[in-house]
């Protein structure tokens, strides 16, 4: 199929052209978005006042206002503005400590765009729209009249254009740079800072060899580096998968025993009077060799380096040598001993540390790849037959008075044409977080839901780019465009240049329905579901409360509010020449999120897991990426014309402004880290410091011990309180200069000369002699 023969069919369902009824079909769109918003705000008035634990916080956030140490927010009150009040009045740097860095700078890119998007909208609507409508286009519709489509051949108002793309580049590159500097910077430091000391102070170690499997060899490995102890504790990451069902069963038998105990205690009134129950006396001993069998082997995977992964968690005395130990580099390979920031102990997902071969490992994210190219091609073709079939003339055949009826009212049916198109598409593209995050869960090795969150968000973005905006170029196939792409490259680009400003007032009522989103989040429809669900099982409204948080982190996660918002920045960058009312529209739609979403993440929302500001450097490149489309689709517009090749020149000159940011202040978008004169060196407050004597009264166990291990092993196999077995355990382990574990050492700590045979841990006979009775006591979480 050639460009030419792309007919028109397809811009009908997804991308509408301009109409002459596209002012009516705008007032609709408004008009239904303001019903949603008033409507939602009502709603959320009344179920606050009947559900109000749904719409409090969780005590992580609320319960820390008062703390002496952080800012106090305002109170929401439960007035019908009370949470308008409330959310408007806060600043962002006092609740940086309740919510988090990256929940903060999400709200800080609510107040970039609103700044770009008055920035450019204003003077776009004030010296480009009456320019437009001065021209004689032809167009007879008052939106389409303010349009470019509508600028005749006049050359003056073409360099008018030019001298603008070099404004927009202008201004958006300079609130940038300021919010980086001025915002980012300073909270990055911030937020590194005030980091909890067991993440400061803990690396996490990546293709670890064979030999150096041991929680001594690792230890020795660091200390050898530093030419000091510097190591306080080392978890490996273990197979958990032959424990894991041995804790099922036990679980499973411990609901039964004290289901059984219930109901022995209602057949008796006085304790005196109970007769021996001989089912509860055999699932007492069920239960008891279960729990033995479950510890047994929680034992050996603990102790055994068979079951140790390839990654471990090393913990550091002092936070100096932990900054020093990320910076270095320990092999050739990129692979072995990759050292990088350990996520937060409650983000960790272990079940991505699998010990399968390379092979298997690139061949599963071969197939993820392509579940993802899927979810790319196969799209656009179920939008247009779902479309097709809801449109009137569809639904026409199969009630024959439906025909009759949409002739009569055809005001209605002009409605329910133009935003089918708006609507499917945005009801489609809800779906689309939750089969990528279906997708890079089982095929993809994430370490944390943080890393989960950032690969969705530039996926989701990659997908709204390509089919929200560059749809019109796309067509009703993405392999017909590939083909296309591969046959002549830039004449893809010229399809979008030249059918996109005949496509402006489509996003110009996708703008306007975008208002409605933030205030119908409000409402959290599924919390809320699931807490009334939670009631009428008989929970308590405290359990209820904890069963319907947190809210879906598919699509109401940060990574796709992310990605959902940067593409409506691109969406103002992009069309702001070709539509000059959208950066308005879009201004205001930031705004509504400031409020609606500055109350759910602040007073609302449980705190999330923080990466410290990835995703908003993926949200600045993207933002970056939206001035290259711009600055790309507006020089083709002006070389389109003839007497326009010379500011057509001049208008994609701004480009090279883009390319030196990008490239002379690469470190403006560097996600630094702490400098080592601000890293306290100072012995650590668990484990023993420098000197030798001195020793601390108790050691936890590692925040990042695996939950089935923490769960089961005893306490006294947790806690290690003798330190002096542990480093003259340690300092034998390795032989000096040797890159193996020598017999000797394997033999101290597995008891067998064999390597990776066996491997047990140093005694505990301090805390076994000073209280015994914990050896058969077990930690939960």
């Known amino acids: ?376 091609f196969f799209f656009l073709p179920v939008v247009v037959g779902i479309s097709s079939l809801l449109s009137v003339d569809s639904l026409a055949h199969l009630v024959p008075r439906l025909e009759v009826w949409a002739r009569e009212y055809h005001y209605i049916t002009a409605a329910w044409e133009a935003l089918l198109g708006t609507s499917l598409l945005s009801m489609l593209m809800d779906l689309v977080p939750w089969t990528l995050s279906q997708v890079f869960s ?81 409402v959290r429809c599924f919390p809320l579901l699931y807490f009334w669900k939670g009631l009428q099982a008989g929970e308590l409204p405290e359990v209820a409360k904890q069963l319907s948080e947190p809210e879906d982190q598919t699509f109401h996660g940060s990574g796709a509010r992310s990605a959902r918002w940067a593409l409506h920045m691109v969406l103002g960058l992009t069309l702001c020449s070709l539509q000059p009312f959208i950066p308005l529209i879009l201004a205001f739609g930031f705004a509504f999120r400031r409020l609606a979403y500055g109350y759910l993440i602040v007073f609302v929302e449980t705190k999330k897991s923080d990466s410290g500001g990835q995703l908003w450097r993926a949200q600045m490149q993207h933002t970056q990426m939206g001035l290259v489309i711009y600055i790309l689709v507006m020089t083709l517009i002006l070389l389109d014309r003839e007497e326009s090749m010379v500011a057509a020149i001049f208008a994609g000159s701004s480009g090279s402004l883009v390319v030196l940011y990008w490239f002379w202040w690469p470190s403006l978008f560097d996600l630094t880290s702490l400098p080592v004169q601000q890293a306290e060196l100072k012995p650590a407050c668990l484990g023993r410091g420098y000197d030798e004597g001195e020793t601390s009264t108790v050691q936890s166990p590692s925040p990042y011990l695996q939950p089935e291990l923490r769960q089961t092993l005893p306490v006294a196999a947790l806690l290690r309180q003798d330190w002096d077995e542990w480093d003259r355990v340690r300092a034998t382990a390795v032989e000096p200069g040797s890159t193996q574990p020598s017999s000797g050492a394997d033999g101290a700590i597995c008891g067998s000369s064999r390597p990776g045979t066996a491997c047990r841990r140093p005694t505990r006979s301090l805390l076994a002699w000073v209280c015994p009775g914990l050896s058969g006591m077990a930690v939960r979480e």
């Open 1 to 376: 199929m050639s460009l030419t023969a792309v007919s028109d069919h397809q811009y009908a369902v997804v991308i509408q052209k301009n109409t002459s009824q596209d002012t009516a079909s705008f007032g609709f769109a408004l008009l239904t978005s303001s019903l949603i918003g008033i409507s939602s705000c009502v709603a959320f008035f009344f179920l606050r006042q009947r559900f109000p634990m749904v719409y409090e916080g969780t005590g992580s956030c609320l319960s820390q206002h008062k703390s002496k140490d952080r800012p106090e927010l305002p109170h929401s009150s439960a007035s019908f503005f009370g949470w308008l009040r409330a959310s408007a009045s806060f600043r962002l740097d006092d609740a940086m400590d309740h919510v988090g860095m990256d929940q903060i700078m999400m709200l800080e890119f609510t107040h970039l765009s609103m700044k770009v998007m008055f920035g450019i909208g204003i003077p776009a609507l004030a010296v480009l729209a009456p320019l437009h409508a001065r021209s004689t286009g032809g167009a007879d519709d008052d939106l389409s009249r303010i349009s470019l489509s509508n600028l005749d051949a006049e050359s003056w108002i073409l360099w008018v254009h030019a001298a603008f793309v070099w404004y927009v580049v202008l201004l958006v590159l300079y609130l940038v740079w300021h919010v980086q500097h001025r915002k980012f910077r300073p909270r990055r430091s911030r937020w590194l800072a005030s980091m909890p000391e067991a993440r400061a102070t803990t690396v996490l170690v990546e293709g670890i060899p064979e030999y150096s499997r041991t929680e001594a060899a690792m230890a020795k490995f660091f200390d050898d580096i530093f030419g000091k102890p510097v190591v306080k504790d080392v978890v490996f990451v273990r197979d958990t998968s032959s424990l894991i069902p041995l804790i099922e069963v036990r679980d499973e038998l411990s609901e039964e025993l004290a289901q059984a105990g219930l109901q022995c205690t209602a057949q008796h009134d006085r304790p005196s009077e109970r007769s021996p129950n001989s089912r509860l006396q055999a699932l007492e001993r069920r239960f008891s060799r279960a729990a033995a069998a479950a510890e047994e082997m929680a034992n050996a995977v603990y102790s055994s380096c068979d079951f140790a992964h390839d990654a471990a968690f090393v913990t550091f005395r002092d936070r100096r040598h932990a900054e020093f130990a990320r910076g270095l580099r320990y092999s050739e390979s990129r692979g072995h001993f990759a050292v990088s920031m350990a996520p937060e102990p409650s983000d960790v997902n272990f079940s991505s540390f699998t010990r399968s071969s390379a092979s298997v490992e690139k061949g599963s994210a071969l197939v993820g790849r392509l579940l993802v190219a899927c979810v790319f």
């Open 442 to 522: 089982r095929f993809y090795r994430l370490r944390c839901g943080t890393k989960g969150q950032h690969k969705i968000q530039r996926w989701y973005f990659t997908f709204l780019v390509v089919f929200v905006l560059l749809v019109t170029a796309v067509g009703t196939s993405l392999f017909e465009a590939a083909a296309r792409l591969a046959r002549e490259p830039l004449q893809v680009w010229y399809l979008l240049a030249d059918q996109l400003p005949d496509a402006t007032n489509f996003y110009l009522r996708y703008a306007v329905l975008l208002w409605s989103t933030p205030f119908f989040d409000l």
